[in-house]
């Protein structure tokens, strides 16, 4: 079992930055990968990015040259930092953990995130 908080979402104006945190605790030793996904008002819930365990990183099209997803292992805490933020990226941040075997092993709770044009 891996639990997971997400913290950091907010309000911003376009073309603003805001910094999603994802707290993780638990059988570390199980995750293979950490995962960003949103889900907008409406629709589907959509992967925004995600991050191996040696580091490997991958983007939506979407969000690529604008979002950065790393990790501090230290402190057990993946991070989504979202630069010139567009109205169209307002959704429900949530960060999930997925196993070597693919399968998920928790999702957080979520972190709500609001782009104003």
């Known amino acids: 079992q891996v639990q997971l908080v997400e913290s950091g979402g907010g309000l911003v104006q376009a073309g603003g930055s805001l910094r999603l945190s994802c707290a993780v605790s638990?059988?570390?030793?199980?995750?293979?990968?950490m995962e960003w996904y949103r889900q907008a008002p409406g629709k589907q819930r959509d992967k925004v990015a995600d991050?191996?365990?040696?580091?490997?990183?991958n983007y939506a099209d979407s969000v690529k040259g604008r979002f950065g997803i790393s990790r501090d292992n230290g402190k057990n805490t993946v991070y989504l930092q979202m630069n010139s933020l567009k109205p169209e990226d307002t959704a429900v941040y949530y960060c999930?953990?997925?196993?070597?075997?693919?399968?998920?092993?928790?999702w957080g709770p979520g972190t709500r995130v609001t782009v104003s044009s």
């Open positions: 999930a953990a997925r196993g070597f075997d693919r399968g998920f092993l928790g």
């Open positions: 638990g059988s570390m030793f199980s995750i293979a990968a």
């Open positions: 991050i191996s365990t040696s580091g490997t990183t």
